[in-house]
């Protein structure tokens, strides 16, 4: 077990921002920075890391081949497992396992673009080390587009611009198993405190209980929202009373629970933590349900399940284990093909693993709907195709989104889950050995091109 704490503080937040470093006390330790082959790391050089980190400490830079002939208190290593050496031997004290392809820290893969921040005491001495490493540049550049808390120690799994998973000594998250947050029962409890007549004070207090629940709540209602109004618009609306009455008596966290080891028995126990279901009251003709990036805490997938949208019969149950399917998916690229087929295969999932789904509630359609597409399967398909290698925002609104139709020939919307979903069957039943995990695991390209 790796001791955690510190003597040196401060934030440090940069490429993306300004940077701010607490000035070094007269007791902090001699730094030495080891710094690999490389002169610098994506957009950020090695004079910049030693100028962020380091700044009004006493400190000298050697190569990765001089380190062991300059002791000092403490260290500081940037750099890959190839380009150096020292960095790799501390790794591997460390307990990371370092291969040619990747590294791989506890449960957590390192792999290209994926950066390591570990920031513990210093394996060869007495004082601190701060250890930035990725298997490319772009993961050890990743490192330093992310905050760091030099204050504590821990480690940080980090994308460019983005924490994957971050621990520290003295914030210990039991991750192992899902986790449900009623933020509907926190809705009524602070709303029964304003009687029968809620208005725009009670709208005031729930944006603040809120706030901290912020990306959650823009995840469901869109980027940016103004939460007090968003609230007091969902306070007023009949469909939080009827789902109210719908979900009455009904322990919706076992449920999830129940539901996400189902899909585990199925899918296998998945890496990294597991996922965090915020349950709440949306908007009643919004997003139904979605998973969304890693909590920069705990690294947990997000999911949201909206209750004032999944009040028919079924749609609760889908809309989790959909949801659920999406934390154990690869991640593709941003074309319109392969964000139908990530939809698409978790729909087919859907069915999989709860046989009872017809294909209109998997598709979340109505059955008029299906019908309708079912009717204009080739039209959809040829529109998809000629937008299929898109980036563009529009096309995949276009296909994903509610609301904003096909065109005018009466496809329903999202007409790219029906395409992915059709592939996806298409794909599976082309040999009967398949499996479901088999059918995650395939690339995008080849479960789209089985419909072809």
Known sequence: MVEKHSRVGGWVLAVLGPIAVAHAQQSEPQWLFVRGDADRYGSVDVAKMVEVYLRGEEWKMVDSGQADGAPASSRMMVGTAADNAALRRVLEQLGVDVTEGSLRYREWPIGPGRGLILITADVDGSGDLMLFAGMDAAGVAACFSVPVDRSSRGFTVAEPRSIVYHEAEGVHFDTSQPLVIRLDRDFDSMVADFGDDPGAEAALCLSRGFEGYRPVFEAALGPGVELRSALRKILGSPEVGMARGKFAGRDLA????RLYQRCAGELGPGEGPRPVYHVLYGAAHGTNARSFGPDPVTGRRRVLLNLCALRALGQFEVAVIHETVHTFQRTFGGRLLDQAVVEGVATLATQM?????TDAQALMWSEDELRAARRKQDGIIAA??????????????????????????????????FVGWLAARTWLAAKPQRTLRDLLGAPADAVFDALR
């Not at 076992?254 to 629970?257: F, G, H, P, V």
């Not at 693993?353 to 789904?357: D, I």
């Open 254 to 257: 076992d449920e999830i629970r």
């Open 353 to 357: 693993l709860r046989p009872e789904t």
């Open 384 to 417: 998809f195709l000629r937008s299929a290698q898109s980036t563009d925002g529009k096309a995949r609104a276009t296909f994903l989104q509610l609301r904003p139709g096909l065109d005018r020939s009466g496809a329903p919307s999202r007409s790219g889950y």
